[in-house]
């Protein structure tokens, strides 16, 4: 019987876990990112009621994890894949309208977010400060930002998409950073569909930044 494994240094199993997490992670990152463009695909005709109901739908099943993360890691996966079919078909009216307006804006907000995400995703990997408070601080400027774009809606400021945009990336560069760290910090393979969840509403989030503000530059 093989018994090295038992006499390895811990640091050295740690390690080893935070590597199976780090690819679990991302393999779930990229099989969420393959259902949602699934989704998109298939919603792409569907009305603005539907892909409404849908977006309800996959925060339901967000919030469904959050739960089930405990009791069932099968649940949880299965969540997981629902979540980013049923954001895929959320989103499909956004992608139809930039794909028939402004198909360009696409590929260039895409290579932007993989660059973006890669850069800082690689930041909060690494550093050894801890980023709980820039979690925190990025928390609350989401509601704030939240609350710009309301005001936007009513209120025609220059510039105003461009603005928000803006700081919708210098707020989830804060996340990225964040969950990452997370990603680097646990060693809990349960975490790994929620990290996942985590990272991409991150990466959605920065590409639909990013739409905005090449839709605006390619006018």
């Known amino acids: 019987m093989d018994n090295t494994f038992a006499y390895r240094p811990a640091g050295t199993v740690a390690r ?8 679990q992670t991302m393999g779930y990152v990229a099989a969420t ?33 959050q739960f089930s993360v405990r009791r069932s890691k099968q649940a949880t996966v299965g969540l997981l ?8 078909v959320a989103v499909a009216p956004t992608l139809v309208y930039y794909a028939s307006t402004d198909p360009q804006a696409l590929w260039q907000a895409g290579a932007a977010t993989a660059l973006f995400v890669a850069g800082f995703g690689a930041a909060g990997y ?14 609350w400027a989401l509601v704030a930002l939240i609350l710009f774009g309301i005001v936007l809606i009513f ?19 804060g996340f990225i950073m964040f969950d990452f760290q997370r990603l680097r910090r646990s060693s809990n393979a349960e975490s790994a569909p929620l990290l996942a969840a985590s990272i991409f509403l991150d990466i959605l989030n920065v590409f639909l930044f990013f739409l905005r503000i090449f839709r605006g530059g390619n006018r």
């Open 16 to 23: 080893d876990r935070g590597h199976t997490l780090f690819a």
């Open 33 to 65: 990112t393959g259902l949602f463009a699934l989704g998109a695909y298939l919603g792409r005709d569907l009305p603005a009621l539907a892909a409404l109901l849908a977006y309800f739908a996959s925060f339901a099943a967000l919030i469904g994890m």
């Open 81 to 88: 894949a629902a979540f980013g079919l049923l954001m895929g």
């Open 126 to 139: 690494a550093t050894r400060r801890d980023l709980t408070a820039l979690a925190r601080i990025c928390f």
């Open 155 to 173: 209120v025609n400021i220059p510039n105003g998409a461009l603005i928000y945009s803006v700081l919708g990336l210098v707020i989830f560069a």
